[in-house]
């Protein structure tokens, strides 16, 4: 993980087995989008870029890049950022 206060973190996640060993994201499916064929997942790591930049009257832009998607992911981090939003309107509260 890299930290660049207070602008930037970026991550990498590592696909694993029970045992700790790195393997691919997907079992290589092949998805057809738009006509054209897709290998689903990429060799072995996703990662993650989270941006703050301000915009002025103390706020704050969070931009999420992610390298690669999975199915129903979109899902899981629309929870994540949805709990992310509560927990700021929480603390802008307590100001």
Do not use: C
């Not at 950022?81 to 309107?89: E, M, R, S, Y």
Request: aromatic share 8%.
């Amino acid at each position: 993980m890299r930290l660049l206060t207070p602008e930037k973190i970026v991550s990498v996640l590592f696909y694993a087995d029970k045992n700790g060993k790195v393997e691919p994201a997907d079992d290589g499916k092949l998805l057809r989008v738009e006509g054209k064929e897709v290998l689903l997942g990429n060799d072995v790591e996703v990662r993650d870029v989270v941006t703050f930049e301000e915009i002025g009257s103390g706020q704050t832009k969070l931009t999420f890049k992610r390298s690669h998607w999975d199915e129903g992911e979109d899902m899981g981090s629309n929870q994540i950022f949805d709990k992310l939003a509560v927990f700021v309107a929480e603390l802008a509260k307590a100001k």
